[in-house]
């Protein structure tokens, strides 16, 4: 084998058709099957916050292994009660439901939400309402709430009853969101939409609009939520108020494992057999989560995070100062951007991966940052080398 490189492996074609082969990870290093080392700035889609290598996460999950694997949820298990009690804790929350991925906590939550409306307002209140660039998944309900063309049109019909809105548009927002509607789904920054943040006004807008039409306010923080962007969740950072919040990335650090946190007057509506899982929130997913939820859930570890992200914002301000295709830096903590104007994406994530920088693209025209958030600011100093030395070549041309 003398290739970082696979072509045309049976993976569907949805995907691509090269991929690196990667044989293992230390801290925020990624090393591919020839020995090369790449920095990571894409956490594996924003997932692997704790970065690589980490032999008490494994320690955990292989005793956890030789215990009990899998109950099912007509179970319950030690590692899962904790984790609950303490996700419950971190909010005004009274229930959480475990699943294995992002998009099935959103499903979850559209779930939780319709049967809200249905036993709270009656029938034919079952409206959901997103916003343009939102990105909550790709099975059939969160996909119908995510109203990008190249994700939806293939495969319509999508669900009734889900409408769409700008972001930040309050005046749209207003002249939309009726007692008609169970829910709102929204993400405070667009993570695959383009690093696009709520702003304050339309914050309030939300607030009020909710509470007076009695419509759920469903937080997409799967990959906000956790440390991410310097807080908790990124709901606090803006003054959103929740009813519904749901997690998935980094919550098990790379294992699959989401959470729907749901309040009260939810909880208390629902029936058994209503909603479930086979394999969401078994006892090795969540002995793990609950090893990561102690970092990450730690106030100077999440201050440490917001630190690093306006020294990386700092840097990618500086490097916008010497290429005149760059704009405007987004985003917040560990979760940042900066627009590309005029040059291919791809050709530069294609030469940074080439320079041994992994990063990632988000909306049409920015690129991602969201390295580990275990990284240094020295590491974080090398990446934004790359970078530069990346962009450099994109300047000649
Ligand atoms: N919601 C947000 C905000 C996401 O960023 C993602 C994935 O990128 C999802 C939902 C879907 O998560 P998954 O790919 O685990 O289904």
Redesign the pocket.
């Known amino acids: 084998m003398n290739k970082s490189t696979v072509k045309n492996p049976p993976f569907p074609k949805n995907y691509s058709t090269e991929f690196i082969v990667f044989t293992h990870g230390d801290g925020v290093w990624l090393t591919d099957r020839v020995g090369k080392r790449y920095l990571d700035f894409g956490s594996g889609?924003?997932v692997n916050a704790l970065g690589y290598g980490k032999k008490d996460l494994a320690q955990v999950a292989a005793e956890q292994m030789g215990k009990l694997i899998h109950v099912s949820n007509l179970y319950a298990t030690e590692p899962a009660l904790k984790l609950s009690q303490k996700l419950v804790d971190s909010g005004p929350f009274a229930a959480v439901h475990f699943g294995?991925?992002?998009?099935?906590?959103?499903e979850a939550a559209l779930k939780y939400a319709r049967l809200y409306s249905l036993r709270t307002k009656g029938e034919g209140n079952h409206r959901i309402l997103s916003f343009t660039n939102?990105?909550?998944?790709?099975?059939l309900g969160?996909l119908s709430s995510?109203f990008t063309p190249k994700y939806q049109d293939p495969f319509k019909p999508l669900l009734p009853g889900f409408e769409v809105c700008p972001f930040n548009d309050v005046d749209q927002l207003e002249g939309t969101l009726d007692r008609s509607f169970a829910a709102v789904i929204v993400?405070v920054i667009?993570?695959?939409g383009g690093l696009e943040k709520m702003n304050e006004e339309f914050v309030s807008a939300l607030n009020r609009l909710s509470k007076e039409h009695d419509v759920l306010v469903i937080v997409?923080?799967?990959?906000?939520g956790l440390a991410r962007t310097g807080s908790l969740y990124a709901y606090q950072l803006v003054g959103l108020a929740p009813d519904i919040v749901?997690l998935?990335?980094p919550l098990a650090a790379g294992l699959?494992l989401?959470a729907t946190l749901i309040p009260e007057r939810v909880d208390s509506l629902l029936r058994v057999g209503e909603h479930g899982t086979t394999f969401g929130g078994g006892p090795v997913t969540t002995a793990v989560a609950l090893e990561v939820w102690k970092t990450l859930s730690d106030a100077g570890f999440i201050a440490e995070v917001g630190a690093k992200g306006e020294f990386l914002a700092r840097n990618l301000e500086e490097l916008k100062g010497k290429y005149p295709f760059l704009g405007r830096v987004k985003g917040d903590g560990l979760l940042r951007g900066i627009e590309v104007n005029e040059i291919d994406i791809p050709k530069v994530l294609t030469a940074a991966q080439e320079a041994g920088l992994l990063i990632l693209r988000s909306g049409q025209n920015v690129l991602r940052l969201v390295p580990p958030l275990i990284i240094s600011e020295d590491e974080l100093l090398q990446g934004i080398g790359i970078l530069d030395q990346v962009f450099k070549k994109f300047k000649e041309v």
């Open positions: 889609i924003a294995n991925s992002g998009t099935e906590a959103n939102g990105f909550h998944g790709r099975t969160a995510t993400e667009q993570g695959e997409d923080e799967i990959q906000t749901t998935s990335k699959p989401s």
